[in-house]
């Protein structure tokens, strides 16, 4: 079966980096930038986004190379979006030190008319707004996802809380779950999270895995053990995106679908942190994917034919 093209709005953006390890400036980034090149060993991606003419030519050709469909990539008058991050030394936690909407300001994302029939959609994180006005472009879509994060929460919360009426899958971080929620306990706040429009969710915990909560219950997957984690930065995007992919290359939304393609997540975001920026993701094969795929099936597994022990 053929993989079902993903419709992808987010940023695209260069980002200035400072992690324990070492900073980069002017790397390139974006919410988008992350899902696509993670999305891509899987299915092909449509990028709904905008970048200023100062986006460098090199960037464009990255994305394209990487067979990126590029024809909803606007060019505006104006810089590009730029964020900064600085990471403390668990680098679990993470200081915004500045956003820069550039171009991202007077932005109204236009879905062109070959991208309207895709099934598969993942609003990435930017403005809810914005989530919403590409939504309502698409013609029938099988499976809505959404991603955001706490500024939203903050600043435009009447607004997320709209679009989520008709998203079907939610991918969070830990902290988003509780600040949207309230709930300080993530399996309660991922309960809460069902009530406000999507049937599945999804809590990303960092190093500590990844857990869905959907009508049928709970599935949790670890994150691949590393020792040695260079920039966190597009962690959540690139697990996002391979999550996406392996959903659209299947076409099978059952639980166990749901559950392989949250490995598939997991994976790829390991590969992600291991370098600054989008280095690790470029350079990454098929190959050394399918390996790591492995490794977290044999973490993961355990006999439970027999009875508990004790019994
Ligand atoms: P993550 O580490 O998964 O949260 O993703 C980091 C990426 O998100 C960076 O490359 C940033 O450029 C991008 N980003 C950060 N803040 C925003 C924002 N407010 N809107 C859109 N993208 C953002």
Redesign the pocket.
Known sequence: MAASPILLV??V?L?ELHTPAGSMLDAF???A??FSLAARFFAPVRLVAVVGTDFPASHRALLESSGVDLRGLEVADGPC?R?G?KYGDDLNTRE?LF?HLGVFEHFHPKVPDVYRDSEFVFLG??HPALQKEVLSQVRAPKLVALDT?N??IETARAELLDVLRAVNLLIVNDSEARQLTGESNVVRAGRRLLELGPHTVVIKKGEHGAAMFAAGGVFAVPAVPLDHVVD??????SFAGALLGSLASQGDLSDGGLRRAIACGSVLASFTVQAFGLERLQSVTRSEIAGRFEELRHLTHFDATTPLPGA
């Open positions: 987010g940023s953006a980002d980034g974006g919410s930038s992350y979006f964020w991050g915004t956003t994180n930017i994060m500024l939203w966190p930065t597009g962690a959540g995007d």
